[in-house]
Every structure is written in structure tokens, then in C-alpha cells.
């Protein structure tokens, strides 16, 4: 394919992608704006019955419904480093080196020189996780056919959302490489990667990818409160693992039952000192009221959260007095542990992540260490990346750092709050 070109009516050319201006009504692109509403709606009713190996079929079927000539599915993979075509027959793209990748990367569009025609690539997001992309092939592109791609993407990133929560397939085409028992078994019981609302943002990532055991993120959005939590469970086995998973099915019992954070904290470590009083784990739980930006939390024997405002590190300022591990209560934990408080302002982010984050060393031992870590942070957030993507290069730095022989966990949350977002 050429370099990013600007085609027909309705699209301005970026410095590295398009930008759609306002469309023109429907009724003013000519006769092929016209769309079989009956068809569309047919189309529409299959796609809730599809099977998730039909749907590179569906998206061609919908896309010729539009107006448009295809419709190719790509999902990024589990490390984010390639985009998967859901066509079995098609070759992966690099998210770092492709136009397909520079969509995913930013969540905007790009238009491509096809040849015969063009192709756009639109981000598939579904409440502001990133799935893939969708490449639409059209022979001419204007407004109307813009709209119509941005809808076929928002379609399939429903469809595909909805479908993988039980699709074996759909799990293993985004995999590159066998997946050991206890990271299958934690990874089925993950939040999506990025969950959040108008006026907050919540993103994680968390290797090693197919070998993960102890650490874990959790967070979830009630309302206008944002919950999140990291951990980190003593060892690197199956019972680690299933340390971590008790402690995070304990903490979402309690939210879901309306319990406070202090509450929440009091569950996790109920339940790992009743049924397996031999592990603990250490953890950050937090919980964020998006419209006034009061955050409460609770560091249990983890390393404290860091406060990222106006693009540097306010050392200190989330610190709290040491407190032990969750799952010590009746040995080293008080009855009612600490809740720390205070009141971010617009824009703050706030970064948890296990020790193996800092703590990862190259083959001469030296460590990737806090400074650089939130050095990178900054430097990402000042080139004004998405929280996702910061994470996303902050995590393959990382492994870079050790040449992907990774020693110990490594789990990263970053959080950011908003208000302006309304």
C-alpha cells in the first residue's frame, strides 16, 4: 500500500492519519446512499446469532449492505504487538510498523491507497478498550461512506465483545504462544484491560503473558465511582494463583453487595485467612468518586501508589503508614485497617503496579528501577499518548529490558481522573 492519502469528499488529511469533517446528509450523497433497511435489519439479527468463525463473513455481507465493497476483522493480540486478522488465510500486521497499527495505537482512523480504490482502518473500542481494527475496502470514499465505516466498526466491536466471553476461538486466534494452567486460570477471571466513563479512565496491563501466576489488576466502574485494585500473591504456582483469584472474587462480593472500601478490604482478608490461612497476598485497593475527585485507599504491604500530576511525580504524596499483607488478619493485620483520603484535581493520574515492574533486571543485573519507570510515564503522558498506549510501550520496554526473560510478575494500572469529560 501507498503512503495516507486524503480521498473524496468529507475527509481531512492529518499529519499521520484522517480526521472525518462534518458528513453531508444522507439524502445529499446520491443514489447509493440509499441502504436496504429490511437487509440491514436481517443483517443485524444474524449478527446476534452468528457464530464468532462466521463473522469475517458477516462483516463482508454487512459492509456490502452499506455501500461498501469489505470488510476484514483484525484483533490485537494478547501482547499487543501484532494485529490478527480473524481470516485465517490473512498474515498478522505490526501494531508498531503498519497502518493498521497507527489506528490502533491513536483510536483514529487512516485511510490507505488501495490501488483500485482505498482502504480505511477504523479502531474497533468498545467502552474504551482497544480491540483491533476493521479494514474497510471502498472503491471511492466520501462522507457518507466515512459514517457508514465508523458504524460497521462500532457494530463488530459489540459483536465481538459480546461473543468472546464464551468463544474458544475467538481467545485463541489473539494467542501467539501456549498458555501455562494458572496464568488460563486467572486470565478467565480478568477484567477487560480498560474499563472507565466520561469522567475517568482506568487501563492495565500485566505479563509475564502466558506465564502469570500471583499478580492480577481488577477495577470496575459503579456510577460515577471507580473501583481498581492490583495484587500480588506470595510464590509463583497454581496456588498463587488461586490466592490472587479468592482475593478478588472476596473484594467484588463485597462492592457488589454495597460494601465501603474499608469493607471490601475487611472480605479479602476474611476470606484468604479462613480457607488458605498458609498464603497472603499484598495489594493497593482504591476507590474514586468521579464527580468531586476524592479517592480513598488502602495499601496492604504493596508499594505505595504514585501520584503523576502536571506531568512529573509527586513523591510522597500517596505514602501511608505500613500495614500487613491481606490475609494476616488475627496474626499481624488489625481488626479495621487504615483508609487514607485525599482530593486529586483534574487531569491526575494515579500508577499502582507490583514490585516485579521496578525490580525487573537486564542480563547484568541492573534493575529497570522506579526511576526510569516514571520517567517513561511522564515522558509518554507529556507526548500526550493515551493512558492504554503509555502502558502498552511501558510494559515492552520492560520486557525489552530483561530480553523477554522475565523473572518475576509484573502488573501495571493507571488510572486518570477527568471531570472535564462531562
Known amino acids: ?42 443483517l443485524i439479527i444474524e449478527a446476534q446469532m452468528a457464530l464468532p ?22 484483533l490485537a493480540d494478547l501482547q499487543q504487538r501484532l494485529l490478527i486478522p480473524l481470516g485465517e488465510a490473512l498474515e498478522p500486521l505490526p501494531v508498531d510498523r503498519s497502518p493498521a497499527g497507527w489506528a490502533y495505537r491513536t483510536v483514529s482512523s487512516r485511510v490507505v491507497d488501495a490501488g483500485d ?5 477504523m479502531p474497533l473500542v468498545d467502552a474504551g478498550e482497544r480491540l483491533g481494527v476493521l479494514a474497510v475496502g471502498t472503491a471511492a470514499l466520501d462522507g457518507v461512506r466515512m459514517r457508514r465505516s465508523r458504524m460497521l466498526a462500532h457494530l463488530f466491536a459489540m459483536l465481538i465483545t459480546s461473543k468472546r466471553t464464551y468463544s474458544d476461538w475467538l481467545v485463541a486466534r489473539t494467542r501467539t504462544a501456549v498458555m501455562g494452567l494458572p496464568a488460563e486460570m486467572l486470565r478467565a477471571f480478568l477484567p477487560p484491560g480498560t474499563v472507565g466513563s466520561r469522567r475517568c479512565v482506568s487501563t492495565a496491563v500485566l505479563e509475564p503473558a502466558y506465564d502469570v501466576a500471583g499478580d492480577a489488576f481488577d477495577h470496575s466502574v459503579v456510577k460515577d465511582v471507580l473501583h481498581t485494585m492490583i495484587l500480588d500473591s506470595v510464590g509463583h504456582d497454581l496456588t498463587s494463583g488461586l490466592t490472587t483469584l479468592l482475593a ?13 472500601l474499608a469493607d471490601v478490604v475487611g472480605s479479602v482478608d476474611q476470606a484468604l485467612a479462613r480457607r488458605l490461612p498458609d498464603h497472603f497476598s499484598t495489594g493497593v485497593l482504591c476507590r474514586l468518586d468521579a464527580r468531586t475527585g476524592v479517592l480513598h485507599w488502602v495499601n496492604c504491604g504493596h508499594p505505595p501508589p504514585l501520584l ?16 500487613p499483607p491481606l490475609g494476616l488478619v488475627g496474626h499481624l493485620a488489625p481488626e479495621a485497617r487504615q483508609v487514607h483520603e485525599t482530593t486529586l484535581e483534574p487531569g491526575d493520574r494515579v500508577l499502582l503496579y ?55 510478575d509484573a502488573a501495571i494500572l493507571l488510572f486518570e481522573w477527568r471531570p472535564q469529560n462531562r
Open 1 to 42: 500500500m501507498s503512503d495516507v492519502r486524503a480521498v473524496g469528499i468529507g475527509v481531512r488529511l492529518g499529519v499521520e492519519g484522517v480526521t472525518p469533517v462534518s458528513d453531508p446528509p444522507l439524502a445529499s450523497a446520491g443514489p447509493d446512499a440509499v441502504v436496504d433497511e429490511i437487509r440491514l435489519e436481517e
Open 53 to 74: 468463525f462466521e463473522l469475517p463473513a458477516l462483516a463482508n455481507r454487512c459492509a456490502a449492505a452499506l455501500g461498501l465493497d469489505s470488510a476484514l476483522i483484525y
Open 117 to 121: 480504490g482505498v482502504i480505511v482502518w
Open 248 to 260: 478478588m472474587a472476596a473484594a467484588r462480593n463485597a462492592r457488589r453487595g454495597g460494601g465501603d
Open 308 to 323: 503523576i500530576r502536571a506531568e512529573r511525580v509527586l513523591h510522597g504524596a500517596l505514602d501511608s503508614p505500613p500495614q
Open 354 to 408: 507490583t514490585d516485579g515492574v521496578v525490580e525487573a533486571r537486564d542480563t547484568d543485573g541492573a534493575e529497570f528501577g522506579l526511576d526510569q519507570f516514571t520517567d517513561f510515564i511522564i515522558r509518554s503522558s507529556a507526548a500526550d499518548e493515551r493512558p492504554a498506549e503509555v502502558l502498552r510501550l511501558l510494559i515492552h520496554a520492560i520486557l525489552d529490558h530483561q530480553r523477554n526473560h522475565v523473572r518475576d
